[in-house]
């Protein structure tokens, strides 16, 4: 599945969509949808990386506006 088919398929689901996908926020468009994608900018897609900024995923998934992409890094 392609990214813009994964997002719109998301979109009528979801309102937030998590994803490692570093680059999805440069290959896909948001416009006109409803969905937030929070981008979780780690090195490995490894549970251990995803923990250690669990607190700043929840924030980003709580704040989640529609139509924007929010990438979380390590403090």
Do not use: W
Not at 31 to 44: I, N, S
């Amino acid at each position: 599945m392609a990214n813009g088919e994964l997002v719109r398929a998301a979109n009528a689901e979801f309102d937030v969509l998590l994803t490692t996908d570093k680059n999805m926020e440069y290959q896909t468009s948001l416009k006109g949808l409803d969905l937030c994608v929070v981008v979780a900018d780690v090195q490995r897609n490894d549970i251990h990386e995803l923990r250690a900024i669990r607190e700043e995923l929840r924030q980003a998934i709580d704040n989640a506006g529609p139509g924007k992409f929010v990438r979380v890094t390590k403090p």
